[in-house]
């Protein structure tokens, strides 16, 4: 009898084409649009988190500013770090493993017919090691270059592609501002971030080499510090903030006129905004499913005139309420089955190709591939079962004279 | 004919006070008014009367489709009001054919599928129900519609597939609303001769409602029907 109620159930689905394409259709929407939505958002937030990583754990920046983007009052001038600045951090901060002085600017690059607007970085070779940069080609700076400021530069991968493509840049000469540099190492690329934040663009010098030749003063304008293994960065953010209160010069009602910015928790803020845009799209996604579920719900009970004659008749012949509702029970399962399946197999596509194109990494989440799955499968077992259960309790004259 | 009806026969069905009342208050329609009958196994009887005057509501208490509001239904001596919803059910399946006022075919259902219905609950196999659904069309001249879907037939086409499908299953009782209304004379007597064959070789017990004097002929007794009460009550010729 089960097989034969699962044959009725299979007949009432063919029968009843274009009701069970729209159930069905319901389902896909709201399973694929769901899973769609929400593997996108994972992926993006998946990339945020690589970010971090990338950016290294454990570094602080020091600003000159009160805020943390390191504007001041309007009009007056920032008072700016010394390479003094920078080592004594290293110097009298045991938490700081190493700190590289960093000044920059942007400015154009030159080589042959090609050209590029990108940053412009004077630091030493404390910067590779503070921000973990491996060398792909050529070397970091030498001391002698270091200490007279020679004009070389070591480039990222994107200026690389610009200037030279595929070719050696190494012993090239490129021209940034009116300084002509000789090119003696490239950077191995860390890609882009989520927020399309290239990472490699740049060309980085001696301090000397930049203060002299191309900013034209003494300044630094950041100071990177990596922080040494297992100390907390909140309290190394503390003992920076105190030195640097000291060395400069400012009262203790004073405010600060430096930032300290721990770049953790930029990421983690970075990974906040993310975490809020999977939400908007996993909300929107919940309107699509709920969108799915009303469609299936219409469907069901558009029909529910006919079925509900439909199953007086069956009764009137000499079903029992059950047999009645099994087959409708297996038809709205079969539906929801059919149509979870097919959703989960476009949502999944959908996923994998927005992630593509967004060029985030694929994040297919199994937990929500089956609440959307049980959802919509829910919502189509219920409307197409709970009408039936009604009808298959009247009387069958009843059921026959539903308008 | 009356004889034959036998007064030895045990009683079949058994109406005692039956009301069926829709509606409350001042909206109240006393459908039923207390109906008192006995319809023994073998019988062939017609009711008739004017239209609302309560036939086919008599009829879907007879065949369970419906519930009395009061009296007593006494089914092969078997209070129906005892029965569970599914034992009725079950009284449906192995022992009534029903057919309806208004046929009630399934749509998008072929004729043969419709007619294959019952006998699905009864356990048949495909097979077999297949041979005997199909054998009931034929016997309603529609051999050759069995692929048709109800949307397909004429009114009177459609009346005859009902008419199969209440015979497929074999019951014990057919009860049949007006079942030749739709059809010209010559056809709705083929068919009441079908009947009429059922009744007297395979001794099926027939309750039929019918506003053609030429169709209540065939049966052996006549009941009356006016306004929810039994008017008048007899063998055929002296009712009539
Ligand atoms: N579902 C219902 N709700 C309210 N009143 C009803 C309902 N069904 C029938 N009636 C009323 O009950 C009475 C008997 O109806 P029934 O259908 O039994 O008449 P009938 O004798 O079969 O008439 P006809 O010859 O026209 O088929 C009528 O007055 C009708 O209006
Ligand atoms: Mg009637």
């Known amino acids: ?403 | 004919m009356a004889e034959r009806a036998g007064q030895a026969r045990a009683p079949l069905i058994e109406l005692e006070g039956i009301t069926r009342i829709y509606g409350q208050g001042a909206a109240e329609v006393r459908a039923l008014d207390g109906i008192d009958l006995t319809i023994r196994e073998g019988e062939f009887v017609a009711i008739m009367g004017p239209s609302g005057s309560g036939k086919s509501t008599a009829l879907n208490v007879i065949g369970c489709l419906d519930r009395p509001s009061g009296g007593h239904y006494r089914f092969c001596g078997t209070e129906v009001a005892t029965l569970t919803r599914d034992q009725r059910a079950l009284l449906r399946r192995h022992y009534l054919g029903f057919v309806f006022q208004g046929y009630n075919l399934l749509p998008r259902m072929s004729a043969l599928q419709n007619v294959e219905l019952p006998l699905i609950y009864k356990g048949l196999k495909r097979a077999e129900r297949n041979r005997a659904a199909m054998a009931a069309l034929r016997h309603m001249g529609l051999g050759d519609r069995a692929h048709h879907d109800p949307s397909e037939l004429s009114g009177g086409q459609q009346q005859r597939v009902a008419i199969a499908r209440a015979l497929a299953g074999r019951p014990r009782v057919m009860l049949a609303d007006e079942p030749t209304g739709n059809l010209d004379t010559k056809r709705s007597i083929e068919i009441m001769e079908v009947l009429t064959a059922l009744n007297r070789e395979e001794g099926l017990t027939i309750v039929m409602v019918t506003h053609e004097d030429d169709m209540a002929a065939f049966a052996d007794r006549l009941i009356w029907m006016v306004d929810g009460r039994i008017a008048s009550d007899g063998p055929m010729g002296k009712a009539a």
């Open chain 1, 1 to 403: 009898m089960l097989w034969e109620t699962i044959r009725l159930a299979l007949q009432a689905i063919l029968r009843h084409a274009t009701r069970s394409f729209l159930t069905v259709l319901g389902v896909v929407i709201g399973v694929g649009a769901v899973i769609a939505m929400v593997t996108v958002g994972q992926g993006s937030a998946d990339q945020v988190t690589a970010d971090v990583e990338k950016l290294g754990a454990n570094t602080l920046m020091v600003l000159p500013g009160e805020d943390p983007l390191g504007g001041g009052p309007p009009g007056t001038a920032l008072k700016m770090f010394t390479l003094r600045d920078n080592n004594a951090l290293e110097e009298q901060l045991s938490v700081v493993r190493v700190s590289a002085p960093i000044s920059q600017m942007r400015a154009r690059v030159v080589f042959g017919n090609e050209n590029r607007r990108t940053d412009v970085v004077g630091t030493d070779n404390r910067y590779f090691e503070a921000a973990q940069w491996e060398f792909a080609l050529g070397r970091p700076f030498t001391a002698a270059e270091l200490q007279s400021g020679r004009p070389v530069c070591v480039i990222g991968e994107t200026v690389r592609d610009t200037l030279f493509g595929r070719a050696d840049p190494i012993g090239q000469s490129l021209r940034a501002k009116t300084l002509s540099c000789e090119v003696v190492g490239l950077l191995r690329s860390k890609g882009a971030s989520t927020f399309g934040t290239d990472q490699d663009d740049f060309v980085i010098m001696p301090l000397r080499t930049f203060q002299r030749r191309i900013a034209g003063n003494s300044d630094v304008s950041v100071l990177f510090a990596a922080i040494r293994e297992g100390v907390d960065t909140e309290r190394a953010a503390r003992e920076i903030e105190a030195l640097m209160r000291q060395r400069r010069r400012i009262g203790a009602a004073e405010e600060d006129d430096f930032d300290v910015i721990d770049m953790k928790q930029v990421a983690s803020m970075l990974a906040g905004i993310t975490d809020i845009l999977t939400g908007l799209l996993a909300a929107v996604a919940m309107v699509s499913l709920l969108v799915g579920g009303i469609g299936i719900m219409n469907i069901m009970l558009v029909s529910v005139t006919e079925r509900t004659r439909e199953i007086g008749i069956r009764l009137a012949v000499g079903a029992e309420a059950r047999q009645v509702l099994m087959q409708f029970l297996v038809e709205a399962v079969v539906l929801s089955l059919v149509g979870g399946l097919i959703g989960v197999i476009a949502g999944l596509g959908m996923g994998y190709l927005g992630a593509r194109a967004l060029s985030v990494p694929f994040a297919p989440d199994p937990l929500i591939v089956l609440v959307a799955f049980a959802f919509s499968a829910g919502v189509g077992v219920i409307f197409g079962y709970f009408p039936a259960r009604r009808a298959a309790r009247l009387d069958p004259i009843e059921a026959l004279r539903h308008e």
